[in-house]
């Protein structure tokens, strides 16, 4: 079975210092892992993704994440944090059938 | 480009009363389909999912259905609601040929009280 977990269920960071959320996944097969952000009362968006490609993963808006086979880790960094960052960050890796193993969210709070 | 929508994007009910909601997506053909609920605190929970019309799979035994009339839409209901059916219900599609990763749509706020 396909499963992530995430470290931290808040981060808060100050705005323009670095944000790392923490992921550790298990999968029985070469895995597919994503992040995607929510902002309150919205759909999910995908952040990036990585498909055994390059192991260093650039998303939308500044993040990025690195796979880590070694560690079963897919952690996600941004230098600087945004205001418009503070949201709920999921970690997902690819189940069977195209359907995906969602983390528990971790939310992120900016401070000014 | 594709293009999820859902609606209503807010909702209230009365315990007891009947549930539609409807999702559609714009610009591909025969995708994958899914339902989740976000309740408060708990995370995403998968109910169910469509790889084609007619063909529904439950994740979660409930007092909700689905359905997929057409291609690209597909309906959550439920005969009676539940308070516990409260939650904010995510729509997502897929394109499927090995691609995994899932598009939302931007949401339902269902409010049973």
């Known amino acids: 079975a396909q499963s992530v977990t995430q470290l931290d269920s808040h981060v808060s960071v100050s705005e323009g210092t670095p944000v790392l959320l923490r992921c550790n996944y298990s999968?029985?097969?070469?895995?597919?892992l994503f992040w995607y952000v929510q902002h309150p009362n919205k759909g999910l968006q995908l952040l990036l993704k990585?498909?055994?490609?390059?192991?260093l993963v650039k998303g939308i808006n500044g993040f990025e994440a690195e796979f880590k086979k070694s560690e079963t880790s897919f952690h996600l960094t941004k230098p600087s944090a945004h205001m418009s960052d503070a949201a709920e960050y999921f970690c997902?890796?690819?189940?069977?059938?195209?359907?995906?193993?969602f983390g528990a969210g971790t939310t992120v709070t900016v401070r000014a | 480009s594709q293009t999820i929508h859902q609606w209503p994007a807010t909702l209230v009910q009365p315990v007891g009363s009947p549930l539609s909601l409807e999702c559609t997506v714009e610009?591909?053909?025969?995708?994958?389909l899914y339902w989740y609920r976000q309740a408060a605190g708990r995370g995403l929970q998968l109910l169910f999912y469509?790889?084609?019309?007619?063909?529904i799979s439950s994740e979660v035994p409930q007092n909700l259905s689905a359905s997929r009339p057409q291609d690209r839409q597909f309906i959550l209901s439920s005969k009676k609601l539940l308070l516990s059916d409260s939650g904010f219900y995510l729509c997502?599609?897929?394109?499927?040929?090995?691609?995994?990763?899932?598009?939302f749509g931007p949401g339902t706020r269902l409010t049973v009280l």
């Open positions: 610009g591909t053909s025969n995708p994958n």
């Open positions: 997502a599609w897929n394109p499927g040929a090995k691609v995994y990763e899932q598009f």
């Open positions: 997902v890796v690819r189940g069977n059938d195209y359907k995906l193993s």
């Open positions: 990585y498909t055994s490609a390059a192991t």
């Open positions: 999968s029985s097969y070469s895995p597919s």
């Open positions: 469509s790889v084609g019309i007619g063909q």
